[in-house]
């Protein structure tokens, strides 16, 4: 066995920090999950906006990636991204997503599964208009997802957009922008010791959120 192999073998860490009950949490989730989140903000989690979303193909493949969420509330979440990627060729195919936040700093995880839809296109050009200048040129230079020859092939369509675009205002490209997820399940994890963790699920039925606890 290697050394690394051996190492996580034996890795034994207890979760210790807090404890999730029925009593302490929100009657809704996405209280909940504002709670989570604020909490989050507050301690400085690294990366706590990222989330690995996953997406399934047509042949019932998954494929998973990590994205930034930028805005949440009401049970939806945005990201955005390039409408010609993986993700998004799955997508139109598709419309069941999951997304699993993970922040070690609070022994946390958040599991969501919901339906996905385009952003509304107002909220895409509001969000692509305030990205830095750098990151509009890449939006319309990055081919997401397919094969490029080499970087310097990335770079010389970037240089060329950069010329293109010199002293003009940057339209969003119809192949970029935004989705929406709404979510109908949620599930909160905290870590606790001896791996006897909480989980309060939160399930969508009849318009009302059904409370759950899972075993760890
Ligand atoms: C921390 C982090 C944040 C990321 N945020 C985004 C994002 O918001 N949008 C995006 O398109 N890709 C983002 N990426 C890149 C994606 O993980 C992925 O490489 C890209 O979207 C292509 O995925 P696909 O080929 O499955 O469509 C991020 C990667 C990391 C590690």
Known sequence: MSHVNQHISQLREDFM???LSENGIQKSPDLQFEQWMK???ESKVNEFQAFNLCTVSKEHKPSSRIVYLREFGDNLFYFYTNYNSK???EISLNKNVCLTFFWPELERQIRIEGTIEFAEKEKSDAYFNHR???SRIGA???????PIKDRNALEQLVEENTEKFKDQHIERPEFWGGYKITAHYYEF?????????DRIAFTLENN???????AP
């Open 140 to 146: 319309w230079s990055s081919p997401q997802s397919n």
């Open 132 to 134: 830095p200048l750098e």
């Open 208 to 214: 009302n959120w059904k409370i759950e606890r899972l």
């Open 87 to 89: 993700k998004a060729i």
């Open 17 to 19: 920090k807090s404890e």
């Open 39 to 41: 909490n989050a903000v």
């Open 189 to 197: 994890w905290q870590g606790r010791k001896s791996r006897l963790h």
